[in-house]
Nanobody
Framework: QVQLVESGGGLVQIGGSLRLSCRTSVAGSIFSINNMGWYRQARGKQRDMVAV???????NYVDSVKGRFTISRDNAKNTVFLQMNSLEPEDTAVYYCYALVARSNVYTTYWGQGTQVTVSS
C-alpha cells in the first residue's frame, strides 16, 4: 500500500510564501520512487503540472512559476517539497503531489489528497 500525505497549504497574501511537503509511505521494502512532483487544479479548470523532480534531482517547471517556485526532495525520507515565493492570485488552487513508484518493474503513479493554497489581496 502506498500513501502520500501533504501538508503546508493555507491562506497567504500576494507576494507571500508557502512551503508544501508531501511524504510517501510505501508498505514493503523492495521499491523505488522515481519522479515526484506537484500538479495544481484551480476551480473550474483542469489539473496542470507545476513542477517535477527526478530521482537524480533534475527539475522541470511550468513557465508561470519559474523563478518563483523551487521543487526539492529528500530521498531518505521519500519526501518532496515545493517552496513557493512571490505568490500571485493566479497561484490559487488545490495542489496535488504525486510519486511514480516502481516495484518489480511495475511503475504506478500515486497521488496525494490535495492541499488548498489561496492567495489573496
Amino acid at each position: 500500500q502506498v500513501q502520500l500525505v501533504e501538508s503546508g497549504g493555507g491562506l497567504v497574501q500576494i507576494g507571500g510564501s508557502l512551503r508544501l511537503s508531501c511524504r510517501t509511505s510505501v508498505a514493503g521494502s523492495i521499491f523505488s520512487i522515481n519522479n515526484m512532483g506537484w500538479y495544481r487544479q484551480a476551480r473550474g479548470k483542469q489539473r496542470d503540472m507545476v513542477a517535477v523532480i527526478t530521482s537524480g534531482g533534475n527539475t522541470n517547471y511550468v513557465d508561470s512559476v519559474k523563478g518563483r517556485f523551487t521543487i526539492s526532495r529528500d530521498n531518505a525520507k521519500n519526501t518532496v517539497f515545493l517552496q513557493m515565493n512571490s505568490l500571485e492570485p493566479e497561484d490559487t488552487a488545490v495542489y496535488y503531489c504525486y510519486a511514480l513508484v516502481a516495484r518489480s518493474n511495475v511503475y504506478t503513479t500515486y497521488w496525494g489528497q490535495g492541499t488548498q493554497v489561496t492567495v489573496s489581496s
